[in-house]
């Protein structure tokens, strides 16, 4: 069951209809307290995003709705890597990422294969 992105578009990040077919994929295993799930993944979106796309949400019930959109500016979309992490590129990711409570997954590019926990 795919999770409704009812926030705005992720900014700078292309749309899965449009990506190129050749386009390298990353595998992303998901760890929930219902299990864990694997799926495929295109280079260069945000961890959200392909999050979103294959039916999870780094999001609870209320911040599903309460939130930037992948701007990083709400920090909601904070998630646990527990494998595979590049390093935080955005300053708002590298203080959480430093003080030890996760990674906002919009601020996330997918460039290598990732465990994350929601």
Do not use: K, W, Y
């Amino acid at each position: 069951m795919s999770v409704p992105d009812t926030s705005p578009p992720d900014a700078n990040i292309p749309d899965a209809s449009g990506a190129d077919s050749a386009s390298p994929t990353h595998t992303i295993t998901v760890q929930t307290e219902g299990g864990g799930r694997e799926f495929e993944a295109e280079s260069g979106i945000s961890l959200r995003q392909a999050l979103r796309r294959h039916g999870h949400s780094p999001h609870n019930a209320v911040t599903d709705i309460a939130n930037c959109g992948g701007r990083g500016h709400c920090g909601l979309c904070t998630v646990e890597i527990l494998t595979g992490a590049p390093p935080p590129t955005q300053a708002l990711d590298r203080t959480l990422s430093g003080m030890g409570v996760g990674r906002l997954s919009c601020l996330v590019t997918v460039d290598r294969d990732m465990t994350v926990r929601l």
